[in-house]
């Protein structure tokens, strides 16, 4: 007979495999039903795998998921989960443009939308047709492409592993070495854009938020889709200037209410 420390070991990594096999996570009730444990054993087991960052539960699902982007990964501390600061800025970036405006950012269960500003009638979500949670989508949407291209590489490899690269539209970067180029791209400029990747019908426009060189999470605007685009054809006529024009205030709004060194 296996003795009870083994056998608890074994356990405990049953749980996280179940886990780490399934990205979009796994309900208490799935995991007991998996595991055979009971509601109590099986809490105490989560409870570990959490205070040692391998699992996370997110509370907008309440499933169990792999610890984001990667168990141990260094996340921001407590004092950079301020709810008033992301409003502030959602708040002030959309007084600034009148376009909706997001903030996302890095949490243990993945990237999540924390605050939002705009008028009725503008989509109030990362996501305007209602394809999920952000984490998946990130590769498609301008505010998740400012964060992944600043994550560190493995923490990127880890995220593209989970996520794969879905297509949306016709538009979305479905091959690693284009989404490569585009988070290069991004990191050069210092601002990441999104022409009907994951709704056909809209764009974005993010900038990263970040803390003594880490990424924290990203500030974006949504618009919609309009052709040509200045900023890939500024010699065409009437070429849309929306994302030229809001770009300085946005990074104004940045510089103005985000507290915290980016380097």
């Known amino acids: 007979m296996q003795k009870e420390g083994p056998r608890t070991l074994l356990k405990g990594l049953e749980i996280l495999n179940l886990i780490s096999r399934t990205p979009e996570g796994l309900t208490a009730?799935?995991?007991a039903q998996a595991t055979g444990l009971r509601k109590r054993s099986l809490y105490l087991y989560l409870k570990t795998l959490?205070?040692?960052?391998y699992v996370a539960r997110d509370p907008?699902?309440?499933r169990w998921v792999a610890y984001y982007p990667h168990p141990g990964f260094p996340l921001p501390t407590e004092s950079l989960h301020d709810p008033a600061l992301f409003q502030e800025l959602a708040e002030v970036a959309f007084q600034r443009t009148r376009l909706r405006a997001y903030v996302v950012v890095i949490r243990p269960w993945g990237l999540q939308l924390v605050?939002?500003?705009g008028k009725p009638g503008q989509p109030s979500r990362v996501d305007p047709e209602g394809k999920g949670a952000v984490t998946p989508h990130a590769h498609a949407s301008s505010a998740g492409q400012a964060i992944l291209a600043h994550l560190p590489p493995r923490a990127l490899w880890s995220h593209l592993a989970c996520f794969p690269l879905t297509p949306f539209t016709r538009?979305?970067?479905?091959?690693?070495g284009d989404l490569e180029a585009r988070?290069?791209?991004v990191r050069t400029q210092g601002y990441a854009r999104s022409r009907g990747e994951l709704s056909p019908r809209r764009c974005g426009l993010a900038l990263p938020l970040l803390a003594s060189g880490q990424v924290v999470g990203a500030l974006a605007i949504g618009l919609p889709l309009r052709s040509p685009c200045a900023l890939e054809a500024p010699e065409a006529p009437g070429a849309c200037r929306t994302c030229q024009d809001h770009l300085p205030t946005l990074r104004r709004v940045r510089e103005e209410i985000w507290p915290f060194s980016a380097t």
């Open 29 to 31: 009730e799935e995991l």
């Open 50 to 53: 959490t205070e040692a960052r």
């Open 60 to 62: 907008e699902t309440s």
């Open 115 to 117: 605050a939002t500003a």
């Open 171 to 176: 538009r979305t970067l479905t091959h690693p």
């Open 183 to 185: 988070l290069r791209q």
